[in-house]
């Protein structure tokens, strides 16, 4: 959102991505907080356009920890 705020010379708000992706504000809101939470590919489909980008660059895959592993 930063970067496109920069490029474009004007704020990005989760409300006007809501409004051009048909995403529900609430689910971005989780997307956008540091939690982890799962979402639909057809979510990342329609942030990749909006965004122009690749779903490498709004996604990272974190494995499972398994808590009784051992180090």
Do not use: V
């Not at 907080?33 to 590919?41: D, F, I, L, M, R």
């Amino acid at each position: 959102m930063a970067d496109m705020s920069f490029q474009t010379g004007r704020r990005i708000t989760l409300e006007h991505i809501a409004e051009e992706t048909g995403i529900h504000r609430a689910t971005l809101s989780k997307l956008a907080s540091p939690k982890s939470y799962n979402t639909t590919t057809d979510n990342l489909d329609k942030l990749c356009k909006f965004f122009g980008c690749s779903w490498a660059e709004i996604a990272e895959y974190l494995p499972d920890i398994d808590p009784s592993a051992k180090d």
